[in-house]
């Protein structure tokens, strides 16, 4: 039989989903996916009921319902400070990760290049190998994942046509700085290179710190493909609605790619989703209250624990150093740590370019049950994992 494509050669399972099933097998206390266990807010749970029974239940538009783009149009609008256009800046896709490669294939033809700073969601080094792309690897150094701005423009000088951005970043938690960004949009702009970005925890920034869009800064918009996606601001992970938003000339590209690679988000989820994206104020202010207490919580447990972490700037992970336990591999240190301890991780590795593999990421996107169980679990780390 004729070999099957070379393509996905290099292609591993997810470790972030295999480390969620190790977690089920061994009952533990799954930190490693990032999804919450708890329920989304009322009022859309309760739209959805009433859509159930009244649907829509056949196709949308191809690129999003039109009331679910204009409600999306008008909460964005409101954020970047730019009237987005609804009809032809928009595109509503199966999720973020669809977005990204969607986005990426928009973008890249086979042999371009892009730069990805490292570490980076696993995600997208996968995506770049689809889309036939060569990544640039810009490290994000730990603890303080800073970039080096010379080791940045040498990236850039390999003509890049693209730079992919997690802002906030997973799985560090950094929040890139106003100066950081007019770093990276200078570079584009000189370079003449779009920026792609993954902005799904855009709501999730730890005072003092605040979100800046990169699109928003001078001579961005029109090469900024923005991705985004409901699940982490709704907790509604399950549910798979994201989007792209870009300029019209980029979205006429985007959305031929995404009619090919899913025809369209699910219609009645759309439907019920236009309730959570005319929420007010109040709800994002509540979500970041919640979010900061959480973080709060787990933090103060593992420094109590002694257990040596950076502080998310944003999102809801913490990279936890494990460099006394002595492993020379952090996912045979998670494996155990699942199966002795009974609490999930991800390796660092999975999302390391750079040889790096005494750091393992935790998620407290978990009730303040749930996070307290790990931490009571963790009290075990040191005399079960070093044994």
């Given at each position: 039989?004729?070999?099957?494509?070379?393509?996905?050669?290099?292609?591993?399972?997810?470790?972030?989903?295999?480390?969620?099933?190790?977690?089920?097998?061994?009952?533990?206390?799954?930190?490693?996916?990032?999804?919450?266990?708890?329920?989304?807010?009322?009022?859309?749970?309760?739209?959805?009921?009433?859509?159930?029974?009244?649907?829509?239940?056949?196709?949308?538009?191809?690129?999003?319902?039109?009331?679910?783009?204009?409600?999306?149009?008008?909460?964005q609008?409101?954020?970047?400070?730019?009237?987005?256009d609804?009809?032809?800046?928009?595109?509503?896709?199966?999720?973020?990760?669809?977005?990204?490669?969607?986005?990426?294939?928009?973008?890249?033809?086979?042999?371009?290049?892009v730069?990805?700073?490292?570490?980076?969601?696993?995600?997208?080094?996968?995506?770049?190998?689809?889309?036939?792309?060569?990544?640039?690897?810009?490290?994000?150094?730990?603890?303080?994942?800073?970039?080096?701005?010379?080791?940045?423009?040498?990236?850039?000088?390999?003509?890049?046509?693209?730079?992919?951005?997690?802002?906030?970043?997973?799985?560090?938690?950094?929040?890139f700085?106003?100066?950081?960004?007019?770093?990276?949009?200078?570079?584009?702009?000189?370079?003449?290179?779009?920026?792609?970005?993954?902005?799904?925890?855009?709501?999730?920034?730890?005072?003092?710190?605040?979100?800046?869009?990169?699109?928003?800064?001078?001579?961005?918009?029109?090469?900024?493909?923005?991705?985004?996606?409901?699940?982490?601001?709704?907790?509604?992970?399950?549910?798979?609605?994201?989007?792209?938003?870009?300029?019209?000339?980029?979205i006429?590209?985007?959305?031929?790619?995404?009619?090919?690679?899913?025809?369209?988000?699910?219609?009645?989820?759309?439907?019920?989703?236009?309730?959570?994206?005319?929420?007010?104020?109040?709800?994002?202010?509540?979500?970041?209250?919640?979010y900061?207490?959480?973080?709060?919580?787990?933090?103060?447990?593992?420094?109590?624990?002694?257990?040596?972490?950076n502080?998310?700037?944003?999102?809801?992970?913490?990279?936890?150093?494990i460099?006394?336990y002595?492993?020379?591999?952090?996912?045979?240190?998670?494996?155990?740590?699942?199966?002795?301890?009974?609490?999930?991780?991800?390796?660092?590795?999975?999302?390391?370019?750079?040889?790096?593999?005494?750091?393992?990421?935790?998620?407290?996107?978990?009730?303040?049950?749930?996070?307290?169980?790990?931490?009571?679990?963790m009290?075990?780390?040191?005399?079960?994992?070093?044994?």
């Open positions: 039989m004729h070999r099957l494509s070379d393509r996905t050669a290099g292609f591993t399972d997810s470790v972030i989903r295999r480390m969620t099933r190790i977690s089920l097998q061994h009952d533990a206390v799954n930190l490693s996916q990032g999804f919450p266990d708890f329920d989304p807010p009322k009022e859309l749970l309760d739209r959805l009921a009433e859509v159930a029974h009244t649907g829509p239940h056949q196709y949308s538009i191809t690129w999003g319902a039109e009331n679910f783009r204009v409600a999306l149009a008008e909460k609008s409101r954020l970047t400070g730019w009237n987005i609804p009809a032809n800046e928009i595109v509503v896709t199966c999720g973020s990760t669809e977005a990204m490669i969607a986005a990426m294939m928009t973008v890249a033809n086979p042999g371009d290049k730069v990805v700073f490292s570490p980076f969601y696993e995600n997208y080094g996968a995506d770049a190998i689809l889309s036939g792309a060569e990544p640039i690897y810009v490290p994000l150094a730990p603890p303080t994942y800073r970039f080096d701005a010379d080791e940045l423009e040498a990236a850039f000088k390999q003509q890049p046509k693209a730079l992919i951005l997690c802002n906030p970043a997973n799985p560090s938690g950094r929040v700085s106003p100066e950081e960004l007019a770093v990276i949009a200078e570079l584009a702009v000189k370079y003449d290179a779009y920026v792609i970005t993954d902005e799904v925890y855009e709501h999730i920034v730890y005072a003092p710190l605040k979100h800046t869009y990169i699109a928003a800064l001078p001579g961005m918009r029109e090469r900024t493909i923005s991705c985004g996606s409901l699940s982490k601001t709704y907790s509604i992970t399950g549910w798979r609605l994201g989007y792209i938003i870009a300029s019209e000339r980029i006429d590209v985007a959305r031929k790619v995404h009619d090919f690679l899913t025809v369209g988000a699910a219609a009645p989820l759309q439907e019920a989703a236009v309730s959570a994206l005319k929420f007010g104020q109040q709800y994002y202010d509540g979500l970041l209250r919640e900061t207490e959480k973080r709060n919580l787990f933090l103060a447990g593992l420094d109590r624990l002694g257990i040596e972490h502080t998310p700037e944003g999102a809801y992970y913490v990279m936890v150093d460099s006394e002595g492993y020379a591999s952090d996912l045979d240190f998670c494996e155990k740590l699942a199966e002795r301890v009974g609490v999930g991780a991800v390796p660092g590795s999975s999302f390391f370019r750079e040889n790096i593999n005494h750091l393992i990421r935790l998620h407290f996107a978990k009730k303040n049950d749930t996070l307290n169980e790990a931490l009571n679990r009290e075990q780390m040191r005399s079960k994992m070093l044994g």
